[in-house]
């Protein structure tokens, strides 16, 4: 088993979940992530001293085995719980009263940024067998004398394995099948993966002079969800941390509409339609950021899914796993329940 080798290809969630596991049964692992940095859509950004989490938001772990994670091994003192509450506003900028139903499932951040859960996945695992190379962006796979031939953008080979998997949204892990040479026909998986449809999303994150007003809650959503500003979230409700000089900050996700049809628009042009629809809801308040910038996400959550045995044909060692493979519009939980269940399907398989 010591000499198995399985590459990962993406280090977000699911990548980090597989490679959990596989480490712990004796593989060898090797996780390619074309970034500089753990975590894909769970995603801090550090600005003038702030920290703003700019993907994902919160984690929602509980009644999943990810909670268990979180709570246990993988707990550290930066976890804080998020109790301020979400609330929903109108298209006419009424903010409505805190429904109590929402605040059930409690949900969770970091002090120092929601990277710090994917930062703690890779500090705990065995890393006599876990080796991660960043900056590293696999663009082809081919198939030979029983390995499979990891290449890189200029055609260089980078790596080898006995199997990969591939952790990507749908349509990136499409690209990549149909660019490799296996001896399986992957059409299916091709077709099925490309089906899965993702909505973009332009955020733009805020900061502004200290002290900061007291906000409504912790964020605000869209009643309506054709309204530009879908989710606005005052990041220094997290901790105080976040905001040392004590600034106020904000994320605002605009909508999956607006998103699409403003994708290729200017910075100043998406900052100001935000900047327009904070006018609407607190006047003159968020009126002048003394900073502002804007981060796009071409594949920010599926609306559709697909069967992991519609993309994984019986016997295949590159795999498929990720958010177009699990319900819930890309989760945190959810992908780390599916790189479970790709590590568990490559341990039954008995690849080697």
Known sequence: MQSTTVAIVGCGMAGLSAARL?????????????????????????????????????????????????LGECFCEDLVQVTAPVRLY?????????????????????RSGITALPKRMLQIMPHERV???????VSRIEEAAGHLLLYGETGTLIGE?????????????????????????????????????????????????????????????AAERETPLLWLAFEHVKARERAPGGEALLIAQLGPEYSRDHYASPDD???RTTLEALHALFGETYAVPLWAQVKRWRYSQPTGEVGFDEVNPAGCRVVVCGDAL????????????????????LMRSGVE
């Open 22 to 70: 596989l480490g712990r049964a004796g593989y060898q692992i090797v996780l390619y992530e074309k970034s500089r940095g753990v975590g894909g859509r769970m995603a801090t950004r550090r600005v003038n001293g702030c920290t703003l989490d700019h993907g994902a938001q919160v984690i929602k772990p509980d009644g999943t085995l990810l909670a268990d994670l979180m």
């Open 131 to 137: 080796t991660l190379k960043t900056e590293t962006r």
């Open 326 to 345: 699990r319900p819930g519009r890309g989760r945190v939980h959810q992908a780390f329940l599916s790189g479970m269940e790709t590590a568990e399907y």
């Open 269 to 271: 042009a998406v900052i």
């Open 161 to 221: 394995a006995h199997a990969v998997i591939l952790t990507a949204p749908g349509p990136q892990s499409a690209d990549l099948l149909e660019a490799s040479r296996l001896h399986e026909d992957r059409s299916r998986s091709i077709r099925a993966l490309r089906s899965v449809e993702y909505t973009a999303c332009l955020t733009v994150l805020l900061g502004y002079a200290g002290p900061a007003p007291e906000p409504p809650g912790y964020a605000l959503l």
């Open 90 to 110: 109108t298209a006419n900028g009424e903010i409505l009263p805190p429904d109590p139903e929402r605040a059930v499932e409690r949900q969770f951040a970091y």
